[in-house]
Structure formats: structure tokens, C-alpha cells
């Protein structure tokens, strides 16, 4: 039986800016309130290996975030004593998120160590300043480092505050108001690749290409304007000019990400693609987990992605 704290950490969805955001395009991230996770204590008799593991990855977190104390890296500081001890006593994370699927599971994680061990964090009782919110990310880029090698900081950060987050560039970043048609017949759907995958080899893998010159050029003059132009378009709720350059971007996935996409899903792609039915594009680092895909008619893609697993996002 697990005793929870009260605090609840939804997953997000990063819509656009994956892997784009680290040459700074703009990114637009959504809470996702289909999964979520908080601190937990055991009570039980006989700890299930989930719980054993969770609490073994939290002794290893605590380690890292007190060598980052003790080093100065980190800009706060944290109660690494209460942590340790809470650990040693059960602690685990509690989390319906699944973990490698894009959703933001390390970033719930790492929201909820920092709101019950940081000291002097950001109080949400205000809307926080520009200035804050970038100090926040800053923090998060680091803890959440832990996990994947390389972190803009924007999953924690978003679990934490739980709002709409744009994204632009290294120091613009605010909440934003969506609108969403919940009678439209269009959708944003989740497809389950039933695939779990590591962020960090995806990362580095794309890290390396962008020493390449040519690759550095496509990205710089073909996916940051496709992924902001996506972004504006959804804001002004422009449907028409979204999926003109959606359908840019998912066929630019496709050429230039081949190692992010399951090869089962290459076919899928470029047939949304090729007859316009809808645009599939990653969520988050790829390798599997979830793929996003964007329809202007989501019963008929349900019939063109009959046996998928779709899960509805929302409409549009």
C-alpha cells in the first residue's frame, strides 16, 4: 500500500520544438492530465520491483543533485538530508506515466523532487515573472540532465507550473492561452508504438549530425521555420496554414530523422504524406514511445489507421 504526498504532477506533450528547441526555434508544450505522479512512501510488506527500482533511481538522483550542491553547479539549494532519509524510509515515485514514451516522465519526477526538497523555490501563488520562470528552467535543465544527458529544462518546468508554455529561444519563454474547437471534426491524436526508448543515444545521435555542416543547414533553414510557422499558425487557430506546414515538417522527419522513427512506421508516414489524410510527427525524442499525428477528419484516419492504438489528444 503506498502513502502519497499531496502534490500530483501531470505529464506534458511537447507539440512542437523537439530537437529543434537546442538550436532555439520555438516550442509550444501542453500538460497532458492523462498520466501523472507523485511522491510516494511504501507501507507494504513485500516492496513490488517497481517500487524497489523507483527508490534505487532516487538514491542515485539524490547523489547527483548533491554532487551538483556541493559543486555549486546548481543555482538553489536543496534539503539533500530530509531527501536521503525519505528515501532510506520507502520513497518512491508513484507515476502512471509511462517512461521512455515522450510524455514527460523524468520531468514529473524531477518538478516533484524539487517542490519537496528545494529550498526557497519558486511559489506559484502569482503568476511568476519572465525572469523567474527562465531561473526555473535554468534549474531543471540541470536536475533533469540526470536522466538524459542533454535537457532544455522545459519538461520539469511545465510539470511544475502546469500551464501552456511557448517557447522562444533561450530567453523567451510564457504561458499562452490555446483554443481548442472541441466540435471540430480535426484532431490531434497519440499513436502507442508500444515501444519504450531512451532519450540520451537519440540525442547525441542528433548532437553529432549537427557538426555536420549540411545537416546543420537543413535544420537551420528547413525544420526551425516549419516548426515555428506550425506554432504560430496553432495559436491563431490558422488550420489552413498549419497543415500546409505540417505537412512540411512530418515529410522532414521522415527524410532527415529516419533513426528516430520505428521502421514499422515509415510506411504509416509517408502515406499520410502522400495522400494528405493526416501528418504524423515525433513526440518528443522518437525511437518509439508516442508519435503525434495532426487530421482534419479524425474518423476517417481512424479508418486509414485501422489496428493503431490511437489515443485523442484534441480537437481542432
Same mark, same amino acid.
Given at each position: 500500500?503506498?502513502? $502519497?504526498?499531496?502534490?500530483?504532477?501531470? &505529464?506534458?506533450?511537447?507539440?512542437?520544438?523537439?530537437?529543434? *528547441?537546442?538550436?532555439?526555434?520555438?516550442?509550444?508544450?501542453?500538460?497532458?492530465?492523462?498520466? #501523472?505522479?507523485?511522491?510516494?512512501?511504501?507501507? #507494504?510488506?513485500?516492496? #513490488?520491483?517497481?517500487?524497489?527500482?523507483?527508490?534505487?533511481?532516487?538514491?542515485?538522483?539524490?547523489?547527483?543533485?548533491?554532487?551538483?550542491?556541493?559543486?555549486?553547479?546548481?543555482?538553489?539549494?536543496?534539503?539533500?538530508?530530509?531527501?536521503? #532519509?525519505?528515501?532510506?524510509?520507502?520513497?518512491?515515485?508513484?507515476?502512471?506515466?509511462?517512461?521512455?514514451?515522450?510524455?514527460?516522465?523524468?520531468?514529473?519526477?524531477?518538478? *516533484? +523532487?524539487? $517542490?519537496?526538497?528545494?529550498?526557497?523555490?519558486?511559489?506559484?501563488?502569482?503568476?511568476?515573472?519572465?525572469?523567474?520562470?527562465? *531561473?526555473?528552467?535554468?534549474? @531543471?535543465?540541470?536536475?533533469?540532465?540526470?536522466?538524459? %544527458?542533454?535537457? &532544455? %529544462?522545459?519538461?520539469?518546468?511545465?510539470?511544475?507550473?502546469?500551464?501552456?508554455?511557448?517557447?522562444?529561444?533561450?530567453?523567451?519563454? /510564457?504561458?499562452?492561452?490555446?483554443?481548442?474547437?472541441?466540435?471540430?471534426?480535426?484532431?490531434?491524436?497519440?499513436?502507442? $508504438?508500444?515501444?519504450?526508448?531512451?532519450?540520451?543515444?537519440?540525442?547525441?545521435?542528433?548532437?553529432?549530425?549537427?557538426?555536420?555542416?549540411?545537416?546543420?543547414?537543413?535544420?537551420?533553414?528547413?525544420?526551425?521555420?516549419? *516548426?515555428?510557422?506550425?506554432?504560430?499558425?496553432?495559436?491563431?487557430?490558422?488550420?489552413?496554414?498549419? @497543415?500546409?506546414?505540417?505537412?512540411?515538417? &512530418?515529410?522532414?522527419?521522415?527524410?532527415? @530523422?529516419?533513426?528516430?522513427?520505428?521502421?514499422?512506421?515509415?510506411?504509416?508516414?509517408?502515406?499520410? +504524406?502522400?495522400? /494528405?489524410?493526416?501528418?504524423?510527427?515525433?513526440?518528443?525524442?522518437? %525511437?518509439?514511445?508516442?508519435?503525434?499525428?495532426?487530421?482534419?477528419?479524425?474518423?476517417?484516419?481512424?479508418?486509414?489507421?485501422?489496428?493503431?492504438?490511437?489515443?485523442?489528444?484534441?480537437?481542432?
Amino acid at each position: 500500500m503506498a502513502k $502519497t504526498t499531496e502534490n500530483k504532477f501531470n &505529464s506534458k506533450i511537447l507539440l512542437f520544438g523537439e530537437y529543434s *528547441a537546442i538550436q532555439n526555434s520555438m516550442s509550444l508544450t501542453l500538460p497532458y492530465q492523462e498520466f #501523472s505522479g507523485t511522491l510516494a512512501f511504501d507501507t #507494504s510488506d513485500v516492496q #513490488s520491483k517497481f517500487i524497489q527500482t523507483s527508490n534505487q533511481d532516487l538514491k542515485s538522483f539524490a547523489l547527483y543533485i548533491e554532487e551538483k550542491v556541493e559543486s555549486k553547479t546548481l543555482p538553489i539549494s536543496f534539503d539533500i538530508h530530509a531527501l536521503k #532519509s525519505d528515501i532510506e524510509k520507502g520513497l518512491y515515485f508513484n507515476s502512471s506515466i509511462p517512461q521512455g514514451f515522450g510524455v514527460g516522465s523524468s520531468g514529473a519526477l524531477v518538478a *516533484a +523532487i524539487y $517542490t519537496k526538497y528545494a529550498k526557497d523555490k519558486l511559489s506559484l501563488e502569482q503568476t511568476p515573472k519572465q525572469e523567474e520562470i527562465l *531561473a526555473l528552467k535554468h534549474t @531543471f535543465a540541470i536536475l533533469e540532465s540526470y536522466f538524459h %544527458g542533454n535537457s &532544455s %529544462g522545459v519538461d520539469p518546468l511545465i510539470c511544475y507550473l502546469n500551464l501552456p508554455l511557448l517557447i522562444n529561444g533561450k530567453n523567451g519563454i /510564457e504561458p499562452v492561452k490555446v483554443e481548442l474547437d472541441q466540435e471540430g471534426k480535426g484532431a490531434i491524436f497519440l499513436i502507442d $508504438t508500444g515501444i519504450s526508448r531512451s532519450t540520451e543515444p537519440l540525442v547525441n545521435y542528433y548532437m553529432q549530425r549537427m557538426e555536420e555542416h549540411t545537416y546543420r543547414e537543413f535544420v537551420d533553414k528547413q525544420l526551425k521555420p516549419f *516548426a515555428n510557422n506550425c506554432i504560430q499558425a496553432f495559436l491563431d487557430g490558422d488550420k489552413e496554414t498549419l @497543415f500546409a506546414y505540417l505537412k512540411l515538417l &512530418s515529410k522532414f522527419q521522415l527524410e532527415h @530523422f529516419k533513426p528516430m522513427i520505428p521502421k514499422f512506421f515509415n510506411k504509416l508516414w509517408k502515406k499520410g +504524406i502522400d495522400t /494528405e489524410a493526416y501528418y504524423l510527427k515525433l513526440c518528443g525524442a522518437g %525511437g518509439g514511445g508516442y508519435i503525434l499525428g495532426f487530421t482534419k477528419n479524425l474518423e476517417q484516419t481512424k479508418q486509414e489507421l485501422k489496428g493503431q492504438k490511437l489515443e485523442l489528444l484534441c480537437n481542432i
